[in-house]
């Protein structure tokens, strides 16, 4: 049997020797050779990062499967499972576990996502923002969706389970019985697709958000004040967005639902936005000012072109287009529209 020595071992051999590394001489960061021998090539080699020649490569964007937003943060699942976040961190909701994922979902104080493995796994939840909603299931799922303070999830059964809430419990925990297809969850509501194409929703009501609509659904997506969702007939409608008596305003036209065929509809605080027939992205809301200032920061301007996948936040959105790359638009205060990316022979 042949070994091979692992190339971290290379470099503690070669550092107690005192070997060269590769670059100290001319030419060794461009020369297609392993001249130090630790089984990485040229600009793969971190010696050789700081090199004039690989400082000259430029970056490409990095590629995604999906990508999913909430709050001040976005994550996306990179090619071959492994999961990458960017923009606010405050809570870790931004420092995924390592593995393979094949669904995801960001919220507020935390993230979670199902593993190629059927298991639902949850970061976050630190600094004074744990409500209990990392907490996971020890059972298969096919969904799992974040809450504010929740999170639920759909077992391999197709049976609601939800967790958290605790010291935030307004219902959105008390998932009803029955079989579901699809799992949203809002501020302090959750809402689900039964398998018969009914809507079941659980939690506060307080802007009429769990004021369900009978039809046909596929697909639901919880807000703060308001729910939409989206029909068989590929049309959307939403519903909330009524505040109480002397309360503030919570109607910022993210009601408003736009006639058309859509593919996907995802509901934040003030705006929503829906991947369209033609894989466009169309937002609607941002009106009106909270606490006394506009709560419109560009979420509701998407970019033109087609796209595959959709996530949205607070203040911000991001998409996948077709080739993989992720383009994100509103506000950036957090660096939740920037993508990493990657030198191009890296």
Not at 18 to 36: I, K, L, P, R, T
Not at 90 to 111: C, D, K, M, R
Not at 135 to 146: E, H, L, N, S, Y
């Given at each position: ?17 005192g ?28 010696d ?13 964007a ?24 960017w ?9 995924p ?13 935390h ?39 929740h ?8 049976a ?9 419990d ?8 029955g079989?579901?297809?699809d799992?949203?969850?809002?501020s ?12 079941a ?18 697909q639901v997506?919880?807000?703060?004040w308001?729910?939409c ?8 409608s939403c ?36 991947l369209?027939a033609?894989?466009s ?11 006394g200032?506009?709560v419109?920061l ?12 959709l ?12 080739d ?19 030198p191009?022979?890296?």
């Amino acid at each position: 049997m042949t070994s091979r020595i692992a190339p971290t071992v290379w470099i503690a051999l070669l550092t107690l020797c005192g070997c060269s590394f590769e670059g100290d001489s001319a030419g060794e960061c461009a020369d297609g050779a392993d001249n130090d021998r630790d089984g990485l090539f040229d600009c793969n080699d971190p010696d050789c990062f700081g090199a004039p020649v690989c400082a000259a490569i430029p970056e490409t964007a990095r590629l995604f499967d999906d990508v999913a937003a909430g709050g001040v943060t976005t994550c996306g699942i990179a090619e071959g499972g492994a999961v990458a976040c960017w923009g606010s961190d405050e809570y870790n909701q931004a420092s995924p576990p390592a593995g393979a994922f094949e669904q995801l979902t960001v919220s507020f104080l935390h993230s979670c996502g199902v593993t190629t493995g059927g298991d639902a796994s949850c970061w976050g939840c630190a600094a004074g923002a744990n409500y209990g909603q990392c907490r996971q299931p020890d059972t298969p799922v096919i969904q799992v969706d974040a809450g504010t303070y929740h999170s639920c999830a759909i077992g391999d059964d197709g049976a609601l389970v939800c967790w958290g809430c605790e010291g935030a419990d307004q219902g959105q925990c008390d998932a009803p019985a029955g079989t579901f297809t699809d799992v949203s969850g809002g501020s302090v509501h959750s809402v689900a697709v039964g398998a018969d194409g009914a809507l079941a929703c659980w939690g506060s009501d307080t802007s009429a958000q769990c004021d369900t609509t009978a039809g046909d659904w596929a697909q639901v997506s919880a807000g703060t004040w308001h729910t939409c969702a989206l029909a068989t007939d590929r049309s959307i409608s939403c519903w909330g967005c009524e505040a109480e008596p002397d309360a503030d305003p919570v109607d910022h036209g993210q009601c408003a639902a736009p006639a058309g065929e859509f593919l996907a509809v995802r509901a934040s605080v003030h705006h929503t936005c829906a991947l369209a027939a033609d894989r466009s992205i169309v937002c609607w809301g941002c009106q009106g000012t909270a606490d006394g200032a506009s709560v419109d920061l560009g979420q509701c301007e998407p970019p033109d072109g087609e796209f595959t996948a959709l996530g949205v936040g607070r203040w911000h959105g991001c998409a996948r287009r077709p080739d993989g790359t992720v383009a994100c638009w509103g506000n950036d205060y957090f660096g939740q529209l920037d993508p990493p990316v990657e030198p191009a022979s890296r």
